[in-house]
């Protein structure tokens, strides 16, 4: 699995830059899960100088899926969600469960509800494990700006470009800051 957080403070406002910015993180996020060596799941969310959020979810699925197999991936709500009032997200991990819960819905209903975006990720990845034994993980970024990464599983590549920083790391309490060329 691998994961990019995007928060671009420097988008024009043009309805052609928001067209450009969603088409810019799809193919990223495909082009990411293409040259990972096992095609897992790669997702990105991005939030504009004026506000506009947005996400991209692109997967394999899993080992062995039966044929047919419609993930969580491509519903929305499940695999990613964005909304303008409350932020975006991207999510992995176990489809059926994350179907079961709305994941990335529930994530930003938690928002949406006040709590930070750390607290919200952390409650409904903690419900998904609770109630479905379900492990996964989420980047999301608020309509503040303020974005976070968790998970349930072993680990999680991941990275996040912020006010001319770049953050990243795979495994917990790892997080490498350097500048942005
Ligand atoms: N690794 C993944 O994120 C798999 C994906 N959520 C699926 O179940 O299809």
């Known amino acids: 699995m691998m994961f990019l957080v995007c ?22 996020s495909v082009c990411l899960s293409v040259l990972g060596r096992n095609l897992g799941t790669v997702g990105a969310v991005a939030l504009d100088c004026c506000g506009n959020v947005a996400y991209a979810t692109s997967t394999g699925g899993t080992s062995n899926k039966m044929v047919g197999r419609v993930g969580d991936s491509p519903c929305v709500g499940s695999g990613g969600y964005a909304d ?18 709305n994941l ?9 509800q006040g709590m930070s975006v750390e607290e919200a990720a952390d409650k409904s990845l903690g419900y998904m494990k609770s109630r479905l034994n379900g492990i996964g993980g989420v980047i999301l970024v608020s309509k503040a700006g303020n974005w976070a990464v968790k998970w349930t599983s072993a680990s999680m590549p991941w990275a996040a470009a912020k006010d001319g920083k770049v953050h990243c790391g795979i495994d917990l309490h790892d997080t490498t800051i350097t500048n942005l060329p």
């Not at 990335?104 to 949406?112: G, I, N, P, S």
């Open 104 to 112: 990335a819905r529930l994530t930003l209903f938690h928002v949406e």
């Open 84 to 101: 303008n009032d409350i932020g975006a997200i991207s999510t992995t991990g176990h489809g059926e469960s994350i179907l079961k819960v």
């Open 7 to 28: 928060c671009w403070g420097h988008l024009s406002s043009s309805a052609c830059h928001l067209l450009f910015n969603y088409l810019f993180i799809y193919c990223l």
